[in-house]
């Protein structure tokens, strides 16, 4: 067996069983949160109704507390999957950057058919491993390298990511770094980019480029729709600067949301858990007083939140 058929074939084995795992995590997750959902939707009339608010409350730091837990298997399993691909020999050396002087403001990047090796590694990647639509190098200028699917390469609006945190914040920390959302220069869609550095010498203090992957806000939104909550409940996934990443409503799911202003999601930034009773605004004009539960999650060096939006009672 030679040894790019070996290292593809090591590629395809671990991000199958990051998959495996991924799927595991959530079905386990979707059964316990819709298990704390029954004494929500179930309420016994003869009880008082301080036990039935301690009850519901209960079950509501329980679901946030789950989904924070899922959320951050996400984000963990895709860092480690750059992680571990980007010390492939493959991916320690730029061969190709010289053809960046005729095709960088033409093709955005090197051509399609150079340096096969680090796109079929990148292939791999998206054909095994559905957290991630995007994988991108960017030169140690800042200047895009490759990406793939090549189709996001062709459509790119700018030539360098210099001027990008996912850029900046790995080259800083020397770390992997999950960086804000943003617009993506590919798309045009919301966007959150796991970035990895990747370092040569004796003392890594030589910079090669940036390995990094876009996050599919849309599995992430098939995961809390699965958890079917009652008509009038959300819940929501929330990146670091407040912006709405997922949302368990499917009809609001792909509108753009900030939940910066909240109490809740301050709290959940700072690392606290708990709930609050405040305005949100509804179907996007009208704000009404909710029962706002919230739990943190710690991805890397950021913080994201998960919060559950319930009719105050």
Do not use: C
């Amino acid at each position: 067996m030679s040894h790019r058929v070996y290292t593809n074939l090591s590629i395809v084995i671990s991000a199958f069983v990051l998959v495996i795992l991924s799927s595991l995590s959530m079905n386990a997750t979707t059964a316990a949160a819709n298990k704390a959902i029954m004494p929500i939707n179930n309420i016994n009339s003869s009880g008082s109704t301080h036990s039935l608010q301690a009850n519901n409350t209960q079950s509501s730091m329980i679901i946030t507390k789950l989904l924070a837990n899922n959320l951050q298997n996400h984000l963990q399993k895709a860092g480690a999957l750059l992680e571990i691909t980007s010390k492939l020999p493959q991916l320690n050396n730029t061969s190709f950057a010289n053809l960046l002087n005729q095709t960088l403001t033409t093709l955005h990047g090197i051509p399609k058919d150079a340096d096969i090796k680090k796109r079929q590694i990148a292939q791999d990647i998206l054909s095994n491993y559905k957290d991630l639509q995007i994988i991108f190098f960017v030169m140690p200028n800042g200047n895009v390298y490759l990406e793939e699917p090549y189709s996001r390469q062709q459509n790119l609006t700018t030539n360098n990511l210099a001027y990008r945190e996912h850029f900046q914040g790995p080259i800083k920390t020397h770390n992997t770094y999950l960086g804000n959302v943003v617009t993506s220069a590919s798309s045009g869609l919301s966007q959150a980019v796991i970035a990895v550095p990747i370092y040569s010498g004796k003392d890594n203090s030589t910079l090669i480029g940036v390995w990094a992957g876009g996050i599919d806000f849309h599995v992430l939104n098939i995961d809390l729709q699965s958890l079917n909550l009652p008509a009038g409940e959300r819940a929501v996934y929330v990146g670091h600067n407040g912006q709405k990443i997922a949302d368990s409503n499917v009809n609001s799911s792909n509108k753009a949301e900030s939940f910066g202003n909240l109490q809740s999601f301050k709290n959940a930034i700072d690392g606290k858990s708990g709930s609050n009773i405040e305005e949100v605004v509804v179907n996007g004009t009208t704000a009404s007083k909710m029962f706002v539960t919230y739990h943190p999650v710690k991805a890397f060096q950021n913080s994201w939140a998960v919060l559950l939006i319930q009719k105050a009672r």
